[in-house]
């Protein structure tokens, strides 16, 4: 059997699938949450929220700040006295900016980020960027995005953080040689694995974005084939275009599959021969299909609900239908961006009920009339679940593990297996 | 603007939230942005409730502002109210939505509900969460309670000698530093004394149980930092007295009993009798003996901090030698109680100032929040964790009140199990020169603590709650650096004196080199020889 001939898409891409579109009550986080994965990623940068109590709360309570020595995000909370205009924003922005580099001096790159309440105000935080970076510039270069909950849902704050860093990346060069930039944070083990897949292809020339270092950012120019890592960047897509990039379609690498056609559209972008292709990823993918394989017992027919939170969900739940056998009854995303997602939809189920944005209670009376095996969710509303007896899996934990590529294949089977397995072992 | 890391209090609303949610059939529409309902994760979450908290949000999004946030919020009134029929609503708006002014009073009273509404207004730029739960629980009883009330200037009648007399206990909510076990050991309490219970509120309160609260002779206050405004209206409108002592610890207990008894018209003697506890002799015997004078410091909520500093220096016998709290609104207590142990209050949100004071006064243990259990473990000093904010560890799945009499015995352990057994102590000085037994051994007791007291505890995350974060979050950043490098201008410490350094048992060196330090810096000596050493330890000496 050639090793390459995929499975067809069980939907013709005619077939557009129905969407439930709900605009009610959302359980999601806001994008600041984006924080806690970025600032892990792009080490010498510092996230500064201006924003409420109820922002720092919010990152302490989600990220459990206090695990950290000294974490590299902090929130001015903005007072009474910045609203009635006894201070000026600006003034006390410099001295928080101040103080806190006083303190880190490490810091090559610092984000402010924008809140609900800076927004409503209409902070000019753009501006205040462009003065801070002045002033401190070349020794700290001064950015902003808005992580905002009445913007951005969870996930997409990564998305407004590296669409804000595009136009700082450098120029490349007019005559250079193609190019190959993976866009998206992904975990430094997984990055390692691709780096080393595509250098075995025979592309030289490949660039990660975000990098760990404000000082290494990829450069970007008209020979940049740019590659998603992740479903939710529709901002930095836009952004890179702008200058000249161009995007390589693809599923995304989640599971042995997503894994080998998103490493196959890059291979056949920049010719990469079939041979080659077979001979490099033929050991990832028989180990991936290896690992799986001792989850597949357990997850093959059962049901799977997802609630939305990250727009992972919708390769999420390909793979899991198309690799490890699952039935996805309904996959809610809160935003669905149909250009990125083509190749996933195409291979989704037929028939599967799509719902975009959220009514979160009559999602869960959809949710407790389809009774399923296990259901993604937030951490508002997994125990309350577990309680009425309804295996969940914590969305979250998608976020902050390496599941991308063949090496990883199995740890995410698994991660949807444990809630599953843990029930048969209690005996209480 | 201030810049912040990590908030002790939350925002005013989480603690509006922390009302509806210990109580029964109220539901609180909350005017807020999608990412507000994160509040939820710490009821599902912290607390391990199994159901969601009784709140439908708004989360209105951009596109909606200016155009129909209002209407948004009518609607998402409405079909909550059809949803979850409610006795009674809260209505409210958090920080984003209280800058867009949408009014959810009076949108709220132009539905036209059959239920009671109590409209909340919550300045977010201004409190903190303790404020927002004490201010609708207040307002909850004046819209409730209040309907009920008698005229002004009415005498309350005379309780008929055929009842017992009876209070309510108020103050216990949801997300509460042990309030679960605290509301049910102070009944326990109250049941043995023969004064009756009319309500229990918020904790598990419906709006018709607030509607009851007048039948009470007297109020319980058990946490004055939410319940105290409401105890002071009930007192002027239903003329019922309420406790002033919080039974924390023996002493605590004892006078709490006697006041209850005042109030219930009992012998205060009469009511201590049957007090048992095993505290009073576990600090009496000999092994707690190495306890004495052990230095202290406390800090947490104000109301908790006062009581916890009380037992650490009258039933274990520390000394106490910092005290301070976050909550400005209880600062006075605060200071009278600093006084009374001469030491200087210590009133700050700002967990960077609470560890540089932390530092400053040298203490054997530490008695904060969890907050200060880290400091404590960057510092490699013990530390129990004695007051809210809450952490899922402070949810323990067996019953461990921090109040009443089987509250002094948990506090007994909270507060002595951090520290190294008597015993254990002398032995381990006894055998540190044994070859089978070396300095990174740690003391059992010690739990995760590893290393001796100059090793910085590794930072690591070690509960539950913690493993999930450390998910979330990746590896932790590295720990802050370990021994100082002699700056210039600083003593350095000769090699005999290094050597005999070692000799000291690990758990007290630390705080020998600093004195030593110290004493070396302040007499002019540039090296510290074996003499120095000595010479720094009469100095200091107890």
């Known amino acids: 059997m050639n090793e390459l001939s995929l499975k067809p898409p069980m939907t013709p891409g005619c077939d557009e699938p129905t969407v439930l579109r709900e605009r009610g009550q959302r359980e999601v986080f806001c994008g600041l949450t984006g924080i806690i994965w970025m600032h892990r990623k792009i080490q010498d940068a510092f996230f500064l929220i201006i924003g409420s109590r109820t922002c720092a709360h919010l990152m302490q309570s989600a990220a459990g700040v206090m695990i950290f020595a000294e974490p590299r995000f902090a929130t001015a909370i903005i007072e009474e006295r910045d609203l009635a205009g006894m201070a000026d924003a600006n003034e006390e922005l410099d001295r928080v900016v101040t103080r806190l580099l006083d303190r880190r001096p490490d810091i090559k790159l610092l984000f402010l980020v924008g809140s609900c309440p800076s927004e409503v105000i209409k902070l000019d935080l753009s501006r205040a960027s462009q003065r801070l970076s002045a002033q401190l510039s070349p020794k700290v270069r001064v950015l902003n995005y808005s992580g905002s909950g009445i913007e951005t849902t969870f996930t997409q704050g990564e998305d407004a953080c590296l669409a804000a860093l595009v136009p700082s990346l450098p120029a490349e060069a007019a005559d250079s040689a193609p190019s190959l930039m993976v866009v998206g944070a992904l975990a430094d083990v997984v990055e390692d694995q691709f780096d080393r897949m595509f250098k075995a292809m025979g592309l030289d020339n490949v660039r990660f974005l975000p990098s760990g270092s404000a000082d290494n950012l990829p450069p970007v120019g008209p020979n940049t084939h740019y590659l998603l890592a992740q479903p939710f960047l529709a901002d930095t897509a836009w952004h890179l275009e702008d200058r000249g990039a161009k995007r390589i379609a693809a599923p995304f690498p989640l599971g042995e599959e997503g894994t080998t056609l998103w490493l196959q559209a890059a291979a056949r972008t920049f010719g990469v021969s079939d041979e080659v292709f077979e001979s490099v990823t033929a050991p990832g993918r028989e180990r991936a299909r290896r690992a799986m394989a001792h989850q597949s017992e357990r997850l093959t027919g059962k049901r799977i609900f997802f609630f939305p939170d990250s727009q992972l969900e919708i390769p999420l739940a390909r793979f899991l239908s198309r690799e ?16 990125h997602l083509a190749e996933e939809l195409d291979m989704l189920p037929a028939g599967v009920r799509l719902s975009e944005g959220q009514d979160v209670d009559k999602q869960l009376d959809r949710c407790h009339a389809d009774a399923p095996d296990l259901v993604v969710c937030g951490l508002g509303l997994a125990n309350p679940l577990e309680a009425e007896g309804i295996a969940t899996k914590w969305s979250i934990e998608l976020l902050f593990t390496p599941i991308q590529g063949y090496e990883q294949a199995g740890d995410l089977a698994e991660l949807f297996a444990r809630p599953l397995v843990r029930r048969t072992r209690l005996e209480v | 603007m201030k810049l912040t890391v990590w908030t002790y209090e939350g925002p005013p609303h989480v603690g509006a939230m922390r009302i509806a949610t210990a109580m029964k059939d109220v539901h609180y529409i909350l005017h807020a942005p999608q990412g507000d309902t994160y509040a939820d994760l710490l009821f599902t979450m912290i607390e391990r409730r199994k159901t969601r908290p009784p709140v439908t949000y708004t989360t209105f999004q951009a596109r909606d502002l200016g155009s129909d946030t209002a209407e948004l919020f009518k609607t998402a009134c409405k079909d909550a109210v059809e949803r979850f029929k409610p006795q009674a609503i809260l209505v409210g708006a958090s920080c984003t939505a209280e800058l867009i002014q949408d009014d ?8 036209n509900l059959d239920i009671p509404v109590v409209p909340l207004e919550l300045p977010s730029y201004q409190r903190k969460e303790n404020w927002g739960a004490a201010e609708t629980f207040y307002q909850m009883v004046r819209v409730i309670t209040g309907a009920h009330a008698p005229a002004p200037g009415a005498e309350r009648p005379e309780r008929s000698a055929d009842r017992p007399p009876s209070c309510n206990i108020l103050g216990g909510t949801a997300l509460g530093f042990r309030h679960r076990d605290d509301v049910i050991e102070v009944r326990r309490l109250l049941d043995a004394l023969g004064v009756a219970v009319n309500v229990i509120a918020p904790w598990e309160a419906t709006p018709a149980d607030l509607a009851r609260l007048g039948d009470a002779d007297f109020n319980v206050v058990l946490y004055p930092e939410i319940a105290e405004p409401a105890a002071r209206w009930l007192e002027k409108t239903f003329k019922q007295p309420r406790t002033k002592t919080i039974p924390v610890g023996v002493g605590g207990t004892r006078d709490f009993l006697r006041e209850v008894a005042g109030l219930a018209g009992m012998d205060p003697d009469k009511a201590v009798e049957t007090a048992e506890s095993r505290l009073p002799w576990y600090a009496r ?47 006075r207590d605060i200071r009278d109680a600093a006084a009374t142990y001469g030491v200087e209050p210590l009133i700050s949100d700002d967990y960077l100032e609470v560890e540089e004071k932390i530092a400053e006064s040298q203490p054997e243990m530490v008695l904060g929040t969890q907050m200060e259990r880290h400091i404590a473990k960057r510092l490699g000093i013990p530390c129990a964790v004695i007051s809210a904010p809450v952490h899922v560890q402070d949810f323990p799945a067996r019953f461990s009140p921090q109040m009443g009499f089987e509250g002094a015995n948990v506090l007994f352990d909270t507060l002595v199990h951090p520290l190294m057994m008597g015993l254990e102590e002398h032995l381990l000085g006894m055998f540190r020169g044994d070859f089978e037994f070396n300095d990174e051994a740690s003391p059992s007791h010690y739990g995760h ?23 979330l979050a990746g590896a932790p950043e590295a720990p802050v650096a370990d021994q100082p490098v002699a700056a210039p201008g600083e003593p350095v410490w000769d090699q005999s004196a290094e050597k005999e350094l070692k000799k000291i048992p690990f758990f007290v060196r630390g705080k020998a080199r600093r004195n030593t330090e110290i004493y070396a810096k302040e007499s002019g ?18």
């Open chain 2, 449 to 471: 603590v590893s290393g001796g007291v100059t090793h910085p505890a590794p930072q690591t995350a070690e509960s539950v709650g913690e493993t999930q974060i450390k998910v």
């Open chain 2, 285 to 331: 015997s000999v092994d707690s003996n190495y306890l004495t004078g052990k230095r202290v410091f406390v800090f947490g909520e104000a109301n908790r901090a006062v009581a916890i500093a009380r037992v650490a220096k009258e039933e274990l016998g520390f000394e106490v030698v910092g005290l301070g709290c976050y909550n400005r609104e209880f600062a």
């Open chain 1, 324 to 339: 490890m056998g699952m039935v996805p009854v309904e996959v809610g995303t809160p935003y669905m961006h149909r250009e």
């Open chain 2, 104 to 111: 959810p009073a009076g949108l709220s009273k132009a539905l």
């Open chain 2, 525 to 542: 000596v540039a090296t510290i020889t074996v003499e120095t050493l000595y010479d720094a330890k009469a100095h200091f000496g107890k």
